[in-house]
């Protein structure tokens, strides 16, 4: 197929400039940090690209000299370092909550997270021509990205959406977590008879809103049915069968609190939830990891097939005289995967202690690396990449890594046996995150006629500013907030799912305590779903079931389940409301951005208040005044719904 670029492949513009370069790192550290928090948070991570290609062209505009192509590289760097980000909270904060790290050691996190995403980087080179110009994928989220750069006059008008949904996201995160003007979580349970329990309760955050906004009524309606399974209906039934006092003194044998007396109505879900019922998502997860990878398998060997023939033929032909056509050449490549083995292999060493076993895995690592680069490089052409399954291929990762140290080795405890799952699992995780990613990318630059090879440096710069600034959020927020489960120090942890969910999966094949009746449970479930789905598919149905996006409702607490639903709802009213409206696509983008914005101030602000925490500044609460206090911040999140409701209807209407 014949393909013309936006820019002429004769054609030469900046690309690489010191400014492009300077906002480009700044976006990355921004977006990646962002990211963490709000990944940890929540459980989901969101794609930087358009946000990213939006400010870039809104502070580009102040130079009087710019270019399509300089945007399209800054948003590159961005996107590089928040997907990178997604990489290192899926999996390294396992290590801090397993115990096994008091903190997160800052040499160890740079070394796994840069190598991992250069890595990504590096296996993304011989996919590129097989698999966005040879079999032209569709890569929906890269071509998106490339129509916002190329509509770049509105780039500097549209920029104000995504300020209005910073500033707002900050404001209410100063208001409920530094000021404590209302409750974070708007909360309700009753237990009748000793055995009837009901359970509502809705996280007032606008961010997770905004991400059920940005991935719409499908996945946000199946993240909900998963909590909905958990709380309105496993967790009825354990309760009514047991009965209230039965479930008080397990939770008392267990250690989740002192007294029987102590349970309550009100706190009896939580720590059920905490204890037992959240590994009903384990159970799924390694079912919907295990059926991504047999779903996938043709999909699988069409990429592996795809990578394998690009590394025969040596990548591009660097006398090729189109400028569209050149890549990083095939041997700096290989040397490149070279030297990132060096410091993995190190670190790998440190807790295998066998030069042997080490090299084996650091070997493993690197196949089962460059095997997932490829599955997420080909998905993200298919699906996009937030809908890549990276917590499936990387929960396989982790499961086969166990299972094969538990044979090789004996390990010093089952926690170190567990952390070198995990560590392996880490930089595959990375290197998917970020080959599906930059493929995105990729797929933009191929659009608007950008050089392959710049923008293969560029994903690069991104990775290692993101990891060079990522340990430093990450143990602010460990500090201020704590990770994993909330506990009497830390009663607003955030909760880690993905980096609890590869801790359980690590630690159970070395024979940590695991409640296996609910994995097995939940994998029951989750093969049911799988059913499920496969039916719709064959009737041809517009909805879907994918098992993942059930299984991380199944792990996640209600609260974010309920408010990711709500934006989910949002998104489907604004779209049937402004169906065939003048300015839909503009009302679209303004709402995306809306949205991204509100995600991104809310998580800059939590960094900033958890840096205020660590340096000394402590939190303070006014006067508790009843209704107001309890529900005054439903009313103001019902006040931002509406805001972005009525701005996004305005839009499409608006004659322009």
Same mark, same amino acid.
Do not use: C, H
């Given at each position: 197929m014949d393909h013309k670029p936006y820019v002429d492949a004769g054609t030469h513009l900046p690309e690489i400039t010191l400014k492009a370069v300077v906002l480009g790192v700044i976006l990355s550290v921004v977006m990646s940090a962002a990211n963490a928090y709000f990944g940890l948070f929540a459980g989901l991570t969101v794609s930087a690209s358009i946000p990213a290609a939006v400010i870039s062209m809104a502070v580009l505009k102040m130079f009087k000299t710019s270019n399509i192509l300089e945007n399209n590289l800054v948003q590159t760097a961005a996107s590089a370092g928040e997907s990178l980000a997604a990489g290192v909270i899926f999996t390294i904060p396992a290590l801090v909550i397993m115990g096994y790290w008091q903190e997160f050691n800052y040499l160890e996190t740079v070394a796994i997270s840069l190598c991992g995403g250069i890595l990504g980087v590096l296996f993304t080179i011989p996919l590129r021509k097989a698999l966005i110009v040879e079999e032209q994928l569709k890569f929906p989220e890269g071509v998106a990205t490339a129509e916002v750069l190329k509509t770049g006059e509105e780039g500097g008008k549209a920029v104000k959406y995504l300020i209005y949904g910073a500033v707002i996201g900050a404001i209410f995160k100063v208001g409920a977590s530094a000021l404590g003007l209302w409750n974070e979580i708007f909360e309700k349970a009753a237990l009748m008879q000793q055995k009837v329990y009901l359970y509502f309760s809705l996280n007032l955050s606008p961010a997770l809103?905004?991400?059920?906004?940005?991935?719409?009524?499908?996945?946000?309606?199946?993240?909900?049915?998963?909590?909905?399974?958990?709380?309105?209906? +496993?967790?009825?039934?354990?309760?009514?069968?047991?009965?209230? $006092?039965?479930?008080a003194a397990e939770l008392v044998a267990i250690g989740r609190f002192a007294t029987v007396e102590d349970v309550t109505a009100h706190n009896i879900g939580g720590a059920l939830w905490s204890a037992k019922l959240r590994y009903l998502g384990v159970g799924s997860m390694v079912v919907g990891g295990l059926w991504a990878l047999i779903s996938l398998r043709r999909s699988l060997a069409s990429a592996i097939r795809s990578g394998v023939a690009a590394f025969k033929k040596g990548g591009s032909n660097m006398k090729d005289t189109l400028r569209t056509d050149i890549d990083t050449p095939m041997s700096w490549v290989i040397l490149g995967v070279g030297i990132m083995i060096v410091p993995i292999f190190i670190v790998y060493l440190s807790i295998i202690q066998s030069v042997t076993i080490t090299l084996f895995m650091a070997l493993i690592m690197v196949i089962f690396g460059f095997l997932f680069s490829a599955v997420a490089g080909y998905m993200a052409g298919l699906v996009g990449s937030s809908n890549n399954p990276i917590s499936g291929v990387t929960i396989a990762t982790i499961l086969s890594s166990a299972l094969i140290l538990s044979t090789l080795m004996t390990v010093d405890g089952a926690t170190s046996g567990a952390a070198a799952a995990i560590l392996i699992g880490a930089v595959v995780c990375c290197a998917a995150a970020i080959a599906g990613d930059n493929m995105q990318d990729l797929k933009a630059g191929y659009v608007l006629g950008a050089t392959p090879r710049k923008q293969q440096l560029m994903q690069m710069i991104g990775v290692v500013a993101g990891a060079l600034a990522i340990p430093f959020v990450l143990n602010a927020l460990l500090q201020a907030y704590g990770m994993g489960a909330p506990t009497a120090e830390n009663p607003n942890a955030l909760a880690a799912p993905q980096a609890s969910l590869m801790q359980s999966v690590a630690e159970?094949?070395?024979?940590?305590?695991?409640?296996?009746?609910?994995?097995?449970?939940?994998?029951?479930?989750?093969?049911?779903?799988?059913?499920? $789905?496969?039916?719709? &598919? &064959?009737?041809?149905?517009?909805?879907?079931?994918?098992?993942?996006?059930? +299984?991380?409702?199944?792990?996640?607490?209600?609260?974010? $389940?309920?408010?990711?639903?709500?934006?989910?709802?949002?998104?489907?009213?604004?779209?049937?409301?402004? &169906?065939? +409206?003048?300015? &839909?696509?503009? +009302?679209?983008?303004?709402?995306?951005?809306?949205?991204?914005?509100?995600?991104?101030?809310?998580a800059l602000m939590g960094i900033i208040i958890a840096i205020a925490i660590v340096s000394g500044f402590q939190q303070f609460a006014p006067l508790d005044i009843s209704m107001i206090y309890s529900y005054g911040g439903l009313l103001l999140l019902s006040g931002i719904v509406l805001f972005m409701y009525f701005t996004v209807k305005k839009i499409a209407k608006r004659k322009e």
């Open positions: 809103v905004a991400v059920g906004y940005i991935v719409g009524l499908n996945v946000s309606t199946l993240v909900f049915l998963g909590g909905v399974i958990t709380w309105w209906v +496993a967790m009825p039934i354990y309760i009514g069968s047991m009965g209230f $006092d039965s479930v159970g094949i070395f024979g940590a305590g695991l409640p296996w009746d609910m994995v097995y449970i939940g994998a029951a479930i989750g093969i049911a779903i799988i059913l499920v $789905d496969q039916y719709l &598919k &064959k009737i041809g149905s517009d909805f879907r079931m994918p098992i993942l996006a059930v +299984a991380v409702g199944l792990y996640l607490p209600f609260e974010l $389940d309920s408010s990711i639903f709500v934006g989910g709802v949002l998104a489907w009213i604004l779209s049937r409301s402004t &169906k065939g +409206a003048l300015n &839909k696509d503009l +009302a679209d983008n303004a709402g995306l951005l809306l949205a991204s914005g509100l995600i991104t101030g809310e």
